[in-house]
C-alpha cells in the first residue's frame, strides 16, 4: 500500500477525516488486489476450459482414428482372407495392393493415436495443477492482504481512540474554565468597584 500523510491536530493524536480517508483508500486497495487475483484465476480458468475443450476434441478424433484404423484392419484382414480363399482370381492382387498402401497411408495417423494420447494427459495434468497452484496462491494472498488490512485498522482505530479521549479531556477542561469564567468576572468587577471607591475617598480628602 502507498504512504499516506495523516495530518496531526491541535490537542495531539491525528486528523479525524485523514484517518477515515485512509481506511477507506485502504479498503479500496485491498478490493483492488482481490479483483486483480479475481481476474488472474478466472482467466486461468478459462484456459483450463479451453485445454479441456481442445483435450476433448483430440479424444474424438483418436477415436475416430482407433475406431478407422480398427476398420481398415478388418478390412484388411477380410481381404487377405478373400485373398487366400481366391487365390487363383489374380486380378484381385491389384484391389489388395490398393488396399494395403492406403493402410500404410493411414498408419501415421495410426502412430499419431499415441502421441495424441499422452499429449491430451500432459495437458490435463499441467491445467489442473496450474489451476490449484493459482487457487493456492490466491488464497494466500487474499489471507494476507485481509490480515494487513484489519492490522491497520486496529493501529488506526486505537489511534482514534486515544486521540478522541485526549480531545474529550481538553474539552472538558475548557468547559469547567468557561464555567468559572463569570466568577471570575465578578471578582474582578468588585475588586474594581473597591478601588474605584477608593480613588473617590482619596480624592475627597484632598478637597
Known sequence: MDNYSIKSVTFGGFDKQDVIQYIERSAQEAA????????ENDGLRE???????????????????SARRDALQAELQREADA????????????????????VNALRPDAEAYAQFRER????????????ADLEIATAAQLRRTLDLFREQ???????????????????RKVEVNLTQLPRAMDQAGAELNHLAATLEQAGNSEN
Open 83 to 102: 485373398r487366400q480363399a481366391l487365390e487363383p482370381l489374380k486380378p484381385l492382387e491389384a484391389e489388395v495392393a490398393r488396399l494395403t498402401a492406403e
Open 153 to 171: 485498522y486496529q493501529v488506526l482505530m486505537s489511534t482514534f481512540e486515544s486521540t478522541a479521549a485526549h480531545v474529550n479531556g481538553e474539552l
Open 32 to 39: 483492488g488486489i482481490q479483483k486483480k487475483l479475481q481476474e
Open 47 to 65: 484456459r483450463l476450459a479451453a485445454s479441456e475443450q481442445e483435450a476433448a476434441a483430440l479424444r474424438s478424433q483418436m477415436e475416430e482414428l
Open 120 to 131: 491430451i494427459g500432459a495437458i490435463e495434468c499441467e491445467a489442473r495443477k496450474r489451476a
